[in-house]
């Protein structure tokens, strides 16, 4: 088929169009905060066989693993016109247990022609914590693990599978409120293609998806051609797995050769008894955003970006945990890493070019107990923003989500209209950022008065390794955990689970983005 470059650019739109309008469906529908307020969720188009034709701006870490849910969930459960499949297992191309995806095939012509799929972060999946985000030591730890399952068949909700989720979770009704905000934005997905391609036909709608997958190869190609011949090397470690093992190793080597990309993790240290592990999936996805950000035009996240990168690692690694490993930082901590060392081992071939590191962390905080306002549990999950790295040419955003993480935060009123909790400072935390010829960006501050008994668990990193700098920048500030009660404050460790009573305060300060270029003697 002859491609004509301007109907490819109104494909190009029309497809992230309909992947922005399932995630505006999804937020505006969804019962809880987290997804609703902070928008912790992705939503993507597939083609017949599961590869990415589209996707929306929304979180990295989901969308660069979500193709292997999406083939995994294809080819264990035949689906038909007005099924949908759940899948949330992290070694079934998932992330972790509270990342649930859906995926739901679009029939046209009487075959299987597309598949929409969202993947939305659930504030709780049940486990041995409230907010499913525990210090665990196994998968089963985590909360209820789904492997691809059929919830919807034929338009009509599988009550009894539902319901046996459910029964496993602390928040049922928001769980449920939820997942029908999936299903609803599933079907507005299937409903927009099948319009696309009445007013097109199908071929000409599946030859220009394949066509936007071979354009943003190309440009993929291309950015990886102007990064000089040669092998990079770079390694950097976790703080710990808050179980017992500390400075845990991820290391990778870059080969570069004319328009291609071998990214080794091999000499990553092995898979720990902490949930910081990641699964491949998490791996491939941190890789992908790294190289999607050395693309300066705009072009679709799709699965030709992935065709000039190898990306390797192995078993039994912490970049390739194997089953039962406990997962549930890995991909909100690790996957941050993996980033850091990608762009640390890419500045050395391209200076001129490559960011110092961000905060590194998305500083996971959950909260649960009893609410006295409604006698009903509650599960609280966020991530905080903190301090971008400076670039080769400005200082760092402050108190902005980075990297893996693109979601918002949950307002002050929000907060306290939906949880047992009085916000008593929210601020840029200053001069955490590195000094340098261009400063890192600020961290925040988040402290939360507690007005019930709660458990309250806490995944965070560079607590104990600072946000590195680069070309004589100076590293961030590192992060601080502290409960604050009526005899004094004390200062936690980066991961910790805690009973805290009401009354007392915690206080999160996130931390500050390296610095880029020897700062200024007067500084």
Request: contains cysteine; negative net charge; glycine residues 10%.
């Amino acid at each position: 088929m002859k491609i004509n470059p301007i109907l490819l650019q109104v494909f190009k739109n029309r497809f992230a169009a309909i992947a922005e309008e399932m995630g505006v469906t999804l937020g505006r529908t969804a019962f809880s905060p987290n997804i609703k307020e902070r928008r912790d969720y992705s939503c993507a188009l597939f083609d017949s066989e599961g590869a990415m034709i589209s996707q929306a701006a929304h979180i990295p870490v989901h969308l660069g693993s979500m193709p292997l849910s999406v083939r995994r969930a294809i080819e264990t459960v035949p689906m038909e016109a007005g099924d949908m499949v759940m899948v949330n297992n992290p070694f079934d191309g998932g992330t972790h247990l509270p990342d649930i995806t859906l995926v739901a095939p679009v029939y046209i012509d009487g075959q299987a022609a597309f598949y929409v799929a969202n993947r939305a972060h659930h504030a709780d999946v049940g486990g041995m914590t409230s907010g499913s985000m525990p210090l665990s030591t196994s998968l089963f730890q985590e909360g209820v693990i789904i492997s691809p399952v059929r919830l919807v068949k034929a338009g009509e909700i599988d009550t009894d599978l539902l319901g046996l989720i459910l029964g496993n979770v602390r928040t049922p009704m928001e769980r449920e409120g939820d997942f029908a905000a999936q299903i609803m934005a599933n079907r507005i997905g299937a409903r927009r293609l099948e319009e696309l391609a009445a007013k097109y036909d199908l071929a000409t709608v599946t030859g220009y998806a394949e066509a936007l997958n071979d354009y943003a190869e190309t440009f993929m190609r291309e950015a990886i051609r102007a990064i000089p011949d040669g092998s990079y090397h770079y390694r950097d470690c976790l703080d710990t797995d808050g179980i017992g093992t500390d400075d845990i190793g991820i290391e990778c080597r870059i080969d570069i050769t004319g328009d291609r990309a071998r990214i080794d993790f091999s000499a990553s240290d092995d898979q720990v008894a902490g949930s910081v592990n990641a699964v491949h999936a998490i791996t491939l996805s941190a890789v992908l955003y790294v190289f999607r950000c050395l693309i300066d035009v705009e072009v679709p996240a799709n699965a030709g970006c992935l065709r000039p990168l190898e990306v390797i690692t192995r078993p039994g690694s912490v970049v390739d945990a194997r089953f039962p490993a406990a997962v549930a930082g890995g991909n909100v901590e690790t996957s941050q890493r993996i980033v850091d060392v990608v762009f640390g081992a890419l500045a050395q071939a391209l200076p001129g070019r490559i960011p110092a590191a961000s905060q590194g962390t998305m500083n996971n905080i959950t909260i649960g107990g009893i609410d006295p306002r409604r006698d009903t549990p509650f599960a609280y999950y966020e991530t905080l923003a903190g301090g971008h790295g400076a670039t080769p040419g400005a200082s760092g955003e402050s108190a902005m989500h980075s990297h893996m993480t693109n979601t918002l935060n949950t307002p002050v009123e929000a907060l306290e209209y939906a949880y047992p909790f009085r916000v008593t400072e929210y601020a840029i935390r200053a001069d955490s950022g590195g000094r340098g010829r261009f400063c890192g960006g600020n961290g925040l501050v988040r402290e939360i008065e507690l007005l019930a008994d709660a458990e309250v668990t806490m995944l965070t990193e560079r607590r104990r390794h600072p946000p590195y700098g680069l070309q004589g920048g100076r590293p961030g500030a590192r992060g601080r955990n502290l409960v604050i009660e009526s005899d004094g404050f004390t200062e936690l460790p980066g991961k910790f689970n805690r009973r805290v009573p009401a009354g007392s305060r915690i206080r999160v300060e996130t931390p500050g983005g390296g610095g880029w270029g020897e700062p200024p003697e007067d500084m």
